[in-house]
């Protein structure tokens, strides 16, 4: 039976003292060390190689800031944990969490150390001017830090027990810590069921490093991700079957003018030796201090160490990866690292200072931090309007699609580009479901059925043109406060797109004349008594009235003023909308009032898009309906969302209203939301350019790939830079899908960055945003015989999970049934 030997783990500390109220950790030798929680700067996928060559500026900074006799130790600490959310008792949003409940993902936790040393061999003496020159230098990189967006945090003495504990314990997801005994060996470390295992980046007996270098590498591995930059060390993000992994980067600034004599006198020593091995070595040496002295460089120690801990049974695997990884960076890892032990305590923060001389390998500053990790993940936003969807690897996160205040959007306008099938109807949908969760009025015009189960699920209102019902409404009747300059430029365009058609425009008399008329009309109704002097004042504000009222007012206006106006040809075209006529209910009968306090209304007009007269005057129509509704409800968000009915209203005749509605949303907590799926629409439209693109600081693209040929028009139009485009030819391309339900992509830029997010949903919701006809019949069955759209996909899912049906075959079923499946108990 094989024994072994019982040591106690001795702590490398004497204990956290405080200094001006914040924690200093003390080394056994009176070494002392601030430690730092950081984010790192480079967003993974950020397709921007500027952010790395910041960052190693930023750094390059910090070390010159400290100087001699500091040690600078980089941790970023990636673990795998478990998604929780909170708790919410709203269905769908209940469905959506449960769908990721306990799905794993990746956490990346960075810290930052910077150890002051003690003279090696001297004891230490309290001195009040070091550890003063040592704050200082503390408060500068603080403000090196924050000022790069780093949002760095100073570590408190509980922080700092609590950080060294997770070390020890290799568990940085678990709230209570338990620690066990460690069994060192040469090839790793064993805590119970786990193993820990270090790998040395560099053999400090070889130095096996490529001949050069970055700041970042690029992907090569795919056509769509080739010349991508990445971080160096990116492969952290895909070691398989891990538990945690420590990063361990570690720098020591030595004094440097010992440091260059050392470095002469060693070149002196190989140069007298007539060798190749030696040349070679005085080679290394010169260029080393052309680089010192040309570049004004820092010499420093370095070291770099993954600290890998997994199952005992999966350790070998997650190794094998990371130097296979490693390997193909052109660095041979260490297969001497012997001192197992050793080089975890070296991973205890502030203990860099046990590692030997072996363990070090001299280089410049500027080299040693393209070693250093760069990147960091997507994390919820700090905000109170919160919209979720996945990040690349899977997992919710929260961004604000409107009031984010870091200065990246002027207005909440968004315009959306899909082409069919890339799931532009899945990502709408997920955007209003959770807009309705706020206090938000949202109006769609649609044109395909794009919204009815959401409509229907928070019992909206749903009205869809038919000639046996008409949409109606009367936007002429005003209150004499709602009169101003915006509603009769509304009403202007109105008359105009009656009388020319979308496509026509209005000569400068023309406009003059019915901006005249429309002023006048008013004028006499709201300012004039009623009676026999005022016989042409109008009895009721609707279109018949106004319409016999232009037309004598024409008649006196050409009459008198001698303007050339065809009003034969104005009051043939108008005479249809009169009351009796082809279109006389469209535009005289009562608004419906419940439009305005109704929070969910979708106007399907899927039937009208074909006709060119009725379709542009039932969506600007609808439009100012929205207006007016933006205008009573103060005390909460809008959202209008104009799917393909934009077309309808992007002439030149309605630019100046279109650019009216932009501003004006602005100014009452609003939005519009433009969508569309033809890349024909937008190129070379100039109404889209000059009115809506330029009033959108969103812009919300789906799969591009079938544009990518010709995306040269499409980026110029969009402003999208080169970065820009890298990160959207990335949608759909990444192998992110395992383990995950169906999924797209989504890239929103908002201002002039975007991010690339997944639309991700449960089978519920899902089944509330189909757009495929037998899936919407099959629902709308359940819904008719369960009530509500809530009751109905809760049975709906019940009975397919039951069936051990798919969902394809189980909708086949229902819709040849009739009915649901099975049916329910009498």
């Not at 990721?100 to 004891?123: D, N, P």
């Not at 043109?465 to 409404?473: L, V």
């Not at 300059?485 to 009388?499: C, G, I, N, P, Q």
């Not at 110029?716 to 959207?728: F, G, Y």
Request: with cysteine.
């Amino acid at each position: 039976m094989q024994t072994h030997r019982k040591t106690a783990f001795k702590m490398p500390y004497t204990g956290i003292d405080e200094d001006n109220g914040e924690a200093l950790l003390y080394g056994e030798r009176g070494d002392f060390s601030a430690v730092f929680h950081i984010r790192n700067p480079v967003m993974q996928y950020g397709a921007d190689p500027e952010p790395y060559n910041a960052y190693h500026s930023l750094l390059l900074n910090l070390i010159k800031i400290l100087g001699e006799g500091h040690i600078i130790q980089k941790q970023d600490v990636f673990s795998r944990n478990s998604y929780q959310d909170g708790t919410t008792t709203e269905f769908l949003q209940q469905k959506y969490n449960e769908h990721f409940h306990g799905r794993e993902y990746t956490q990346i936790e960075t810290y930052l150390t910077i150890t002051r040393q003690v003279k090696k061999g001297a004891f230490y003496v309290y001195e009040p001017r070091v550890l003063l020159d040592f704050r200082q230098n503390i408060d500068k990189v603080y403000d090196l830090l924050w000022g790069a967006g780093m949002q760095p945090r100073r570590l408190n003495e509980r922080e700092i027990r609590h950080y060294v504990s997770r070390i020890l314990g290799m568990d940085f997801t678990s709230a209570q810590i338990a620690l066990e005994n460690v069994m060192a060996g040469d090839r790793q470390l064993g805590m119970g069921d786990r193993a820990v295992r270090s790998i040395s980046l560099i053999n400090t007996d070889t130095i096996d490093l490529p001949e050069t270098v970055g700041t970042y590498t690029c992907k090569q591995d795919s056509r769509n991700l080739r010349d991508f930059p990445v971080d160096n060390l990116s492969f952290l993000h895909h070691v398989p079957d891990y538990r945690c992994i420590i990063y361990n980067q570690l720098i020591e600034i030595p004094g440097q003018q010992l440091t260059l004599n050392k470095l002469e006198l060693k070149r002196k020593r190989h140069s007298g030796v007539p060798d190749p091995a030696n040349l070679i070595c005085v080679e290394d040496i010169d260029q080393l201090l052309v680089d010192v002295a040309r570049e004004n460089q820092l010499l420093v120690h370095a070291h770099f160490n993954i600290v890998l801990c997994a199952q005992n049974d999966k350790i070998g695997k997650a190794a094998n990866f990371i130097e296979a990884s490693l390997f193909q960076q052109g660095i041979i890892p260490s297969r001497n690292a012997y001192n197992q032990l050793e080089l975890f305590r070296a991973a205890l923060p502030g203990n860099g200072i046990e590692l030997k001389k072996y363990d070090w390998f001299l280089t410049t500053s500027d080299a040693a931090i393209c070693l250093l990790f760069k990147e960091s993940m997507q994390t919820d936003e700090k905000s109170d309007f919160l919209i979720r969807f996945t990040d690349r690897q899977g997992i919710p996160v929260g961004i604000d699609p409107a009031d984010l205040t870091t200065g990246r959007l002027n207005n909440r306008s968004k315009f959306a580009l899909g082409p069919s099938g890339s799931g532009k109807s899945f990502f709408m949908n997920a955007l209003v479901e959770q807009y309705c969760l706020y206090n938000m009025d949202v109006v769609i015009v649609d044109t395909g059925d794009s919204y009815q189960g959401l409509c229907s699920y928070y019992g909206g209102k749903y009205i869809t043109y038919t000639e046996e019902k008409p949409i109606s409404m009367n936007p002429f009747a005003l209150s004499k406060k709602e009169f101003n300059l915006e509603k009769k430029d509304f009403l202007k365009t109105l008359v105009a797109l009656l009388w020319k058609g979308a496509e026509g425009q209005l000569t400068q008399i023309e406009d003059t004349v019915i901006s005249n008329v429309i002023s006048s009309y008013y004028y006499e109704f709201f300012w004039l008594d009623p009676g026999p002097q005022n016989p042409q004042r109008p009895e009721k504000l609707k279109f018949d009235s106004f319409y016999a009222y232009s037309v004598d007012k024409i008649r006196e206006i050409r009459e008198t003023e001698k303007v050339p106006f065809d009003l034969d040809e104005y009051r043939y075209v108008l005479s249809k909308f009169h009351t009796g006529q082809e279109f006389g209910t469209l535009l005289n009968e009562a608004t419906d009032q419940s439009l305005f306090s109704a929070p969910f209304i979708v106007f399907e007009i899927d039937n009208l898009k074909e006709n060119r007269t009725l379709f542009p005057i039932v969506t600007l129509s609808i439009m100012d309906v929205f207006l007016q509704k933006m205008r009573h409800r103060k005390d909460r968000r809008k959202a209008l969302i104009i799917e393909e009915a934009w077309k309808a209203i992007a002439s030149p005749l309605m630019a100046g209203y279109i650019l009216y509605l932009y501003k004006t949303v602005r100014k009452f907590w609003g939005e519009v939301i433009v969508v569309t799926q033809e890349l024909g629409d937008i190129l070379g439209n100039a109404i889209v350019k000059d009115s809506i693109l330029a009033n959108s600081d969103t812009i919300c693209l789906l799969d591009q790939s079938k544009f990518q040929e010709n995306y040269d028009a499409i980026a110029k139009l969009l402003s999208i830079t080169d970065t820009e485009r890298r990160k959207i030819f990335t949608i759909n391309q990444l192998e992110n899908k395992d383990g995950r339900g169906r999924f797209k992509e989504v890239y929103i830029r908002r201002g002039t960055t975007g991010e690339v997010y997944g639309v991700e949903v449960s089978i519920f919701q899902y089944l509330t945003y189909t757009t495929e006809k037998p899936e919407k019949n099959a629902v709308l069955t359940y819904v008719r015989i369960y009530g509500s759209y809530q009751k109905a996909l809760e049975a709906f899912v019940a009975d397919m999970e039951r069936s051990g049906l798919g969902l394809g075959g189980f909708v086949a079923k229902v819709n040849q049934a009739g009915e649901p499946l099975p049916a329910p108990a009498q």
